[in-house]
């Protein structure tokens, strides 16, 4: 349970006391990201359910999708969205190693970051809007954030830390089997009710953290929690461009 809340203090801004220090190594936690990413999803869900009863896109077309990527971001903090942003106006400067790593800390946002922001919220509004028409829309929103946590628990475990010492590298310390093992079993959990399509969110899942894992670990030598925070946030974009066409 103190994992879980860990988890939960972490990835979102619930109102979690996460309990003090037992001891336990912090990438215990990431056994549960997949369920706090369900809970994520759950309320999405609710939301985009109440604005459907509340017949918003008869009048409004891209509002019910608009309202419900302001509230993701905002039960996340925009934790993900930093990461991103940071990752995009370093990842893609032809500068050192040393160089991009000192750009990922740098608090101010840069072009390649702003403008990966925008193009990222564009393509999550448009495919949100389109997947909320499926009659299996609201399934989806839970199963989505799920399996973006997932794939950042499998990046914990697969990728070496490229700034030992630092946030990220503390936060994947633990992470082994178990972890992944409980992470994955949650995932498909989220991800059953949808049937023949979990397995083509997974794929987009998977494509995700593969592409941004792999130019993390050319360009940086390896990830760090910005770098989990870029997977997730492309992992929910991929999904949910599948997601329009899961009828």
Do not use: N
């Amino acid at each position: 349970m103190h994992d879980f809340l860990r988890a939960v203090g972490l990835l979102t801004i619930l109102p979690v006391r996460p309990p003090a220090d037992d001891g336990a190594k912090p990438g215990r936690a990431m056994a549960y990201y997949p369920l706090v990413g369900a809970l994520i999803g759950g309320l999405l869900a609710g939301l985009a359910w109440l604005l459907g009863r509340a017949s918003l896109a008869a009048v409004a077309p891209l509002l019910p999708a608009a309202l419900v990527l302001a509230a993701w971001a905002g039960l996340t903090g925009a934790l993900h969205l930093d990461g991103w942003s940071d990752c995009c106006d370093a990842l893609f400067v032809p500068v050192s190693r040393e160089r991009r790593l000192e750009i990922m800390k740098d608090p101010r946002l840069g072009g390649f970051g702003a403008a990966g922001l925008i193009l990222l919220l564009l393509v999550k509004l448009a495919a949100l809007q389109g997947a909320l028409e499926s009659p299996v829309g609201l399934l989806t929103l839970i199963a989505i954030p799920a399996l973006a946590r997932w794939a950042a628990v499998i990046a914990a475990r697969a990728y070496p830390s490229a700034r030992p010492g630092g946030m990220g590298d503390y936060f994947r310390r633990g992470v082994g089997r178990r972890e992944i093992a409980v992470a994955t079993v949650l995932a498909a959990l989220a991800a059953g009710p949808l049937l023949w399509r979990a397995p083509l969110l997974w794929a987009g899942a998977g494509l995700a953290l593969l592409g941004v894992g792999g130019l993390a670990r050319r360009q940086l030598g390896g990830l760090s929690g910005d770098v989990y925070g870029a997977i997730i946030e492309l992992a929910e974009a991929a999904m949910l461009v599948i997601a329009v066409g899961l009828r």
